[in-house]
Structure formats: C-alpha cells, structure tokens
C-alpha cells in the first residue's frame, strides 16, 4: 500500500523513532522525503 | 565506601511574569500578536492557586504520587484545601522572592532592578533569605537600584528586556555583548534562572538537613542551560556558580550533560566518586529551564485551561556513605544505552531495565517502584504528547510478560504496583525520575519501600548532532 507514495515520517522519543519509521516506509516500498524525531517535553 | 543516598529536595518557583521568556511564547510573542500575548497574560495562575495544585503538592512531599490517581481530575480545577508552600522535602517559591534571588545570582550589573522591585527582606523561605544575607542593594553584588528613565532607557535601546512584575515594569535584564548571541539578555536570564533556582534547592537541601555549606565536597549540576560565550557556548561548570552562591566554598564543581537523562548520569557519577574514595561527599543539583515555561501554553489556553508551565523546577540529592539506613546506590545495577543500539522504546527498556537486572541476577518485579520521566499528564495530553510516565510503565510491563514474569492480564496490576501518575513540571531534566526519591526516602524510613529504579532518557537528535536517543538507570534500595 505504500509502493510509489512519497513519505514523511514524524517519530517521538517515548513512541517510535523518525529512523524506524523510515526504514519501515521504505521496506514498504515508500520514498521518505523528510524524517524526524521529536521530543515534546 | 558504599554510597548512599542521605537526602533529597524538590522545590519549584512560580515566575508567571517570566512565562513570556520561554522559548515558545517568546517566539509567539515576538511575532507582535498581542492577542496571542493577552491570552496568556489572563490564563496565568496565581501563587495560591499554584501551590494548591495537586502535583506541586506532591512534588514538595505533601502528597504522595499515588494519592493523584486516587484524586479528583482535572487537577487544575481540584485545589488541595489549605495547601501549604512548605512540604515534607520541598518548598515552593514565590515570583516575589525569586527576583532578589535572581539579583543575588548576578556577578556582573546584568540585571537592573527599580525602587518598586521587591527585595525579599520579607522571604517566607528560610532558604531564600539565608541565600540573600550577604547580597543586594546595599551590600555586595551589583544590587544597585536603577531609576525608571534609567531601565526605560535600556530597553527602548534594545540591550535589555523588561522584567514585569503584573503589569508593572520593575526592572530589566541587558545583554552583555552587542554581538554574542550566547551573552544575549533572554539567554543570559535563562542561565541566571537556573543558577538562582539551582543554588536555592541545594540551599533547601542544606537547611533541611542541618548540615554546613562548607561540609559539601562536591557539586554535579545535571542543569540544561548552555553556559558560556561565543567561544565556547555550553562550556558550563553552573555547578560551581551554584555551590558559590549556596556558599558551598570548599566544593569543586561540574557539569554532567546528557538531556533529561542528566540527573540519573549524575547521580551514578556522585556516587562513583564515593565508592572510589574520591569524596565523601557529594551533591546533585539541577536548576530549572526558564527556556520550557509556556511550552504548551497555547493548548492550555485553546482548552481553556490555566497556564500549567508556569514553575521552575529545581532539585539537589546529597550523597554520602551508607549508615544510618540510608538506601544504598547500587552500582551494581547501572544501565545504559550503548551508542550503537536503536532508540526504540523496546531496546531502551532493555537497556536499562531488563540487561542490569539480568546482571545482577535480579527480575524486574523484584523492584518495588520504577520512577520513569514523571512529566505531569495534566500538561502534556492537550497538547497531544501523550501521557509519558504511561507510556514508559507499559514498556516495561510489556518486558516483563515477554519474560514470562507476569501474565499479559497482569499488565495493568504491575502498573499500578510498581509506577506511579507524573507528578512534575515538564522542565526536561527536572522530571527525570529523580523527582521520587524524596518519595522514596520517605517511603524506605517508614519501611514501606525497598527498592526504586530510576531511569531517564534523553533526546539526543534535538542537537542534531546524532540520531539518537540516550538513557540511563541506576537502583536506589536499603
């Protein structure tokens, strides 16, 4: 379902990495155009 | 030596008149929206209604953690009847006594106050007065008081940024270099808020425990701020401004840096340093982040809720030698994040709970209490960042069934046994776990506790300087 969709990947610290969700989105076939960890704290 | 943890302190000031110069309202207010600005001004809490807030209550010892849960929500609109500023292991400070504190806090004429500006001569705290013998108008320090044309002036100038006491300007802050950003006023008022807040906590820890500045060898400051010039931005040492102004003059000082998992590095230095002989002594102190008030007041105020980030936060915990029934720190069960693991919660968990635990021979439910970041939910659910003590206890539960230590149904029986609601001011490292172990000593003299694990993490990517994250843990047991 993610095959040829472009991607942005917004991680947070407690939950998922922006890192992980990437490499999740492009095993999926995605392309991640921006990834980022955030912290809200 | 075995070292021990001999005593711990939690104070918080309330500076409503300061939330303008935290990061967020600063960049909102500097876009000029004086309506963004008015809000703010009106949803600002007073010191009554700061101190009946139940997690400050439970943050200077008045309450214990668990009695949050059992309590009526939302806490904002749930006062504690005849709340006292005073608590079991903590104060809580007045705006009005923290500006003499902030001018007794400053070597160098940074801060110009006028002749309506408060003096603290009246402090209620037996803590902020001892702070201000010795410094002021009047007598050492630069304290002098500046005429209003005078501060007007340096303001209208653009060197300096008011100081307001409600609507009443009674003072400024001026930077100190034209062209050094790291000596502009906001940060240079951030770094003073943190060694004023810093040495205040270690000052309370101090009194509270009867003991003389001069007997501390030893001062690790976990604080936030990025002290130093352009040449050497975060260059630090606060800890040794702090036990020079807490008149801790024999103690050598310095900084640990790690985010908000500072405090919990700290104390595993601390008590390093005294199992190795180095000193018999040694104090953690972690001064509050002027930079996180207001982070999340935009939320608070759409929701029409108060401005909950309107506290620094300020901690100290005093190391010695165990005896007495002091609680042991046991080196013995460290844990940390190697540089080369993932960030996710998962590996996190595991590196700091389940590998030292497994080291040691221990099970993760042979500890009695886990204090992970105790942020207050009551701020950060609004503003969609989660509930993050929650979210930590249900890692750790989830290692425990993958263990095979407790059953999936369990999950919610270990929470409630072995966590607890967060309790404090998101101030990054102020809630780093460590805001329990006042808790905690309570809880070990009554015998009612054996064990704690602290642990905290730290956001690394935020310098942007790695993709990681970073945490630490170390158990606290008798």
């Known amino acids: ?34 990834q980022k960890t955030e912290c809200f704290v | 030596m075995v070292p021990a943890l001999r005593a711990a302190s939690n104070v918080l000031v309330h500076v409503p008149d300061l939330v303008r110069y935290g990061s967020k309202p600063w960049r909102e207010n500097s876009g000029g929206d004086a309506a963004l600005a008015g809000a703010l001004s009106r949803r600002l809490r007073s010191f009554a209604e700061a101190v009946a807030y139940p997690p400050n209550q439970v943050f200077i010892g008045n309450m214990a953690p668990g009695d949050l849960g059992e309590g009526p929500s939302p806490w904002y609109e749930n006062p504690v009847p005849e709340a006292s500023a005073k608590g079991a292991f903590g104060e809580i400070l007045p705006q009005e006594d923290f500006y003499p504190l902030l001018e007794a806090a400053d070597q160098f004429g940074l801060l110009l106050f006028g ?11 037996a803590a902020a007065a001892s702070l201000l013998e010795g410094s002021g108008p009047g007598k050492t320090g630069p304290g002098k008081r ?29 930077r100190d270099h034209e062209a050094d950003e790291s000596l502009d006023a906001r940060i240079l008022l951030e770094n003073l808020a943190a060694k004023a807040s810093g040495a205040y906590a270690l000052r309370h820890l101090l009194l509270q425990e009867e003991i003389a500045p001069e007997e501390i060898e030893y001062v690790i400051s976990c604080s936030e701020e990025a002290v130093g010039d352009r040449y050497n931005r975060g260059g630090g040492n606060l800890a040794k401004a702090i036990a020079e102004m807490a008149g801790c003059a024999g103690a050598a000082g310095v900084d640990v840096k790690s985010f908000c998992a500072a405090p919990v590095y700290a104390l595993v230095h601390a008590a390093a340093l005294i199992r190795a002989g180095v000193v018999k002594n040694a104090v953690v102190v972690g001064g509050g982040s002027l930079a996180k008030l207001g982070m999340k007041a935009y939320f608070h105020i759409e929701k029409e809720m108060p401005v909950l980030e309107d506290v620094l936060g300020g901690i100290a915990f005093l190391l ?21 693991r993932p960030s996710t919660p998962q590996v996190m968990a595991e590196a700091l709970v389940r590998d030292p635990l497994e080291r040691a021979g221990r099970k993760i439910c042979d500890i009695d209490k886990y204090a992970v970041e105790l942020h207050n939910p009551e701020v950060t659910l609004p503003a969609g960042a989660g509930d993050v003590a929650a979210t930590n206890y249900r890692t750790i539960a989830a290692m425990a069934v ?28 102020i809630p780093a776990g460590v805001p329990y172990l006042g808790h905690a000593l309570v809880g070990m003299r009554a015998g009612d506790l054996r064990s704690t694990m602290v642990l905290a993490k730290g956001s690394l990517f935020l310098g942007r300087m790695s993709q990681q994250a970073d945490g630490a843990s170390v158990v606290v047991e008798v």
């Open chain 1, 1 to 34: 379902m993610f095959k040829g969709k472009k991607v942005i990947a917004l991680g947070e610290r407690d939950g998922v990495p922006g890192p992980a969700i990437a490499e999740c989105m492009e095993a999926a076939g995605a392309e991640v155009v921006f």
């Open chain 2, 115 to 125: 002749p309506d500006a408060p003096s603290g001569a009246d402090a209620a705290s």
């Open chain 2, 146 to 174: 500046g005429r209003e044309e005078e501060i007007l002036g340096r303001i209208e100038s653009g060197e300096a940024l008011p100081l307001h006491r409600g609507g009443d300007l009674i003072g400024c802050v001026r």
């Open chain 2, 320 to 340: 010695g030698s165990e005896g007495g029934g002091a609680p042991r720190v046991n080196l013995e069960i460290t844990g940390h994040h190697g540089a080369g």
């Open chain 2, 402 to 429: 993958m263990k095979g230590e407790i059953a999936r149904e369990e999950i919610p029986a270990f929470i409630e046994s072995k966590g607890m609601p967060g309790f404090a001011p998101t101030q990054g490292h």
